[in-house]
C-alpha cells in the first residue's frame, strides 16, 4: 500500500468516525484496529477491492470518476450529504471545477428530483465556503 492509500484511507476512518459520533456518541471509542485484529487482512483487502481494482482501473482518470460519484449520490438524496461532501472535496483534488460539479449536480435533477438536486448544491455550496475559508486561513 503505498503513501496516497495510506492517507485516503485514513481521512476515510476520520470522516466514518466522525459521522458515528454525530449518530451515535457512544461510538465514539471504537477501536478500528481490534477490527484488524479480528480479521488481520481485512483492511489491506478492502482497500485493493475498493480502491485498487475500483478507483483505478483503466478507463476513466480520476476526476472523471470522481464526478460520476457525485451524480450517484446526488441521486441519493439527503441520504449521502457526508459521503458527497467528501467527495465533492476530493473531486476538487483531482481538478474537477466548481462549474463542473453544480453541471453534474445540476443534470442529476432530473434523475433525483428536484430536492435531491437543491440539497447536493448546498452541500457543494458549503464545500466551496469552505475551501474559500481554508486557502484564506492558508495565506495568513
Known amino acids: 500500500?503505498?503513501?496516497?492509500?495510506?492517507?485516503?484511507?485514513?481521512?476515510?476512518?476520520?470522516?466514518?468516525?466522525?459521522?458515528?459520533?454525530?449518530?451515535?456518541?457512544?461510538?465514539?471509542?471504537?477501536?478500528?484496529?481490534?477490527?484488524?485484529?479480528?480479521?488481520?487482512?481485512?483492511?489491506?483487502?478492502?482497500?485493493?477491492?475498493?480502491?485498487?481494482?475500483?478507483?483505478?482501473?483503466?478507463?476513466?482518470?480520476?476526476?472523471?470518476?470522481?464526478?460520476?460519484?457525485?451524480?450517484?449520490?446526488t441521486v441519493q438524496g439527503a441520504h449521502a450529504e457526508p459521503q458527497l461532501r467528501m467527495t465533492i472535496r476530493h473531486a476538487l483534488e483531482a481538478g474537477a471545477t466548481r462549474r463542473e460539479i453544480a453541471e453534474v449536480i445540476y443534470q442529476m435533477g432530473m434523475f433525483g428530483g428536484i430536492p435531491a438536486m437543491q440539497k447536493a448544491l448546498d452541500v457543494a455550496q458549503s464545500v466551496f465556503a469552505e475551501t474559500d475559508k481554508g486557502a484564506e486561513d492558508d495565506k495568513l
Open 1 to 73: 500500500m503505498n503513501d496516497g492509500f495510506q492517507k485516503l484511507f485514513q481521512q476515510m476512518l476520520e470522516s466514518g468516525q466522525e459521522m458515528a459520533r454525530a449518530f451515535n456518541p457512544a461510538l465514539e471509542k471504537v477501536d478500528t484496529k481490534a477490527f484488524e485484529k479480528l480479521i488481520p487482512t481485512m483492511s489491506s483487502d478492502m482497500l485493493e477491492m475498493w480502491f485498487g481494482k475500483t478507483f483505478n482501473r483503466d478507463g476513466l482518470d480520476a476526476r472523471t470518476r470522481l464526478l460520476v460519484t457525485v451524480a450517484a449520490m
